[in-house]
């Protein structure tokens, strides 16, 4: 049997997920962990490298973030899923690779100016956010990761860890890693009840556990066609935000209904608010019953245990790159001892 290819993604601990971070990453993480050996993980080293300053969040994040994983369908049966943080060899790698990666490499990372700049409550000229591209390269090589599905912002990210991975074998002279390849998430921005990008920053976001009450208000404000005034005045599905959730989480038949009705204003804004209210709490249903029976300390257990198996697979990488820097201590005392008969 071939080994099965791995897949490697990660999200920052930032806490509960909305319906962007379900649309742009989580719904394809649950498709892929039925085709591959999948490992994926909450990031909490990384969303340490800019709340230095006041971690006090990042834990209780990280347990909310991953309940809301287990309640979309990641399923600790079919994927590793594990804390970045409780597998410590991230670190160690990271130390090793900081030895070969090149400053202007990092330092010319497109997103490392603009974090740096848009952040800029935050100081971020430190060590440590520096090193954030180097970071999640090895999260993802150090599970030797085919591939890793992320979004189109990741991608200079994946570049430079292809960089780092050729510049390895070029140095050390042994094939360890696979070249990371992006598997970019299909899947158009999910806009916010403002019609912006749906972000946590911005407060125009729907949670995957908001209660139903909470999704019928957060409908009643989202903004639609800005140019029908009048309940009569014929509707523009293509401009309006409320379509954009229809064909994401309508049925079909809902979503021609709703594009003929609106069309023709034999409905009116605020009853297709109420409609689309009603199709986003259905399709939810199945997360909100899942989650009604995850309670924290499971959620503690299954990182506890997707933690233990991600160290058997580092484990094994680190031995391969301790071989490969030659500070493998065992080889070295056979070779010293060797060498002490043949003088003897
Ligand atoms: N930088 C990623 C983000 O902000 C999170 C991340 C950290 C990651 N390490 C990773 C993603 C490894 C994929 C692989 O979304």
Not at 56 to 72: F, H, K, P, R, Y
Not at 155 to 173: A, D, K, P, Q, T
Request: charge should be negative.
């Amino acid at each position: 049997m071939t080994e099965q290819k791995v897949v490697l993604s990660g999200m920052r601990s930032t806490g509960r997920i909305h319906l962007g971070n379900y649309f742009g990453a989580l719904k394809n993480w649950v498709e892929l962990q039925d085709r591959y050996r999948c490992f994926y993980f909450a990031a909490d080293w990384h969303a340490l490298t800019s709340d230095y300053a006041d971690p006090s969040q990042i834990a209780g994040n990280t347990l909310e973030m991953v309940t809301d994983w287990l309640a979309a369908g990641l399923d600790p049966e079919k994927a590793v899923i594990f804390v970045q943080s409780m597998v410590p060899d991230h670190a160690e790698l990271h130390l090793l690779l900081s030895m070969m990666a090149p400053l202007g490499w990092l330092e010319r990372v497109p997103t490392y100016k603009e974090q740096m700049q848009q952040l800029e409550t935050k100081d971020l000229s430190t060590y440590g956010f520096l090193g954030y591209p180097l970071l999640q390269t090895v999260d993802i090589i150090i599970y030797r990761a085919h591939f890793v599905p992320v979004g189109e912002d990741q991608s200079s990210h994946l570049e430079i860890s292809r960089e780092l991975v050729r510049r390895f074998h070029f140095l050390y002279g042994t094939e360890v890693f696979p070249e990371p390849q992006i598997l970019l998430t299909p899947t158009p921005k999910v806009p916010g009840l403002d019609g912006r990008k749906m972000s946590k920053s911005y407060g125009n976001a729907i949670g995957l556990s908001d209660t139903p009450d909470e999704i019928r208000a957060k409908c009643k404000q989202m903004f639609t066609d800005p140019e029908r005034l009048l309940r009569k005045d014929p509707g523009r599905p293509e401009v309006c935000n409320l379509f954009q959730f229809h064909k994401l989480m309508s049925p079909p038949e809902v979503q021609e209904r709703v594009e003929h009705q609106c069309r023709a204003a034999e409905i009116g804004c605020v009853d297709d608010k109420k409609l689309l209210a009603q199709m986003i709490i259905d399709y939810l249903e199945p997360m909100r019953r899942r989650r009604a029976e995850l309670d924290p300390d499971t959620v503690y257990d299954i990182l506890l245990a997707g933690s233990q198996k991600a160290r058997e697979r580092t484990a094994e990488t680190l031995d391969l790159v301790r071989g490969a820097l030659g500070l493998d201590y065992r080889k070295a005392l056979e070779r010293a001892k060797a060498a002490a008969k043949v003088t003897a």
